[in-house]
């Protein structure tokens, strides 16, 4: 393992426990030439999908696409990171719980903006309006309209 400071090759495992999910290896490391202490994970290698992109094209899954969405969506909002970690992990087990070779993107955005709505009504709409393209004004009223409804009716 590379250290992530001086990047010596050369370290020590001084604590191993597995994750609080147990689908990983946590690890501590101290790097026997500079002696700072780093954290790595071991997890099973799990076969990902292809997704199949709006225009047809094909890409193997990133888990950091949705990160990254999400934290755009997000920003400035009262959204730790942590919630945010969960959700990607969440739709990652869900992607490959398919077993799917290949998933098409619209099913992973419908994934996202069904974490969202519950999590934070702007993130919601933040991210909508950019997955959903809205075209004017018109389209994100009517949006928010259904998000304002949807929450307003009583559950029986």
Sequence with gaps: MKCPFCESQED???????????????????????????????????????????????????????????????????????????????????VVGLGEKEIPSAWIGEEIMSELKELDKVAYVRFASVYRQFKDINDLMDEVKTLFDHRERPTN
Excluded: H, Q
């Excluded at 292809?50 to 990133?62: A, L, Q, T, W, Y």
């Excluded at 969960?86 to 087990?93: A, F, P, T």
């Design 12 to 94: 020590k495992v001084i604590d191993s426990r597995v994750s609080r999910e147990g689908n990983a290896i946590r690890r501590r490391r101290e790097c026997l030439k500079c002696s700072k202490r780093f954290t790595s994970y071991e997890r099973v290698e799990e076969l990902t999908p292809m997704v199949i992109k709006k225009d047809g094209r094909r890409e193997p899954f990133d888990n950091g696409k949705i990160r990254s969405g999400l934290l755009i969506a997000c920003k400035k909002r009262p959204v730790g990171t942590d919630r945010i970690d969960w959700i990607v992990e969440s739709i990652e087990k869900k």
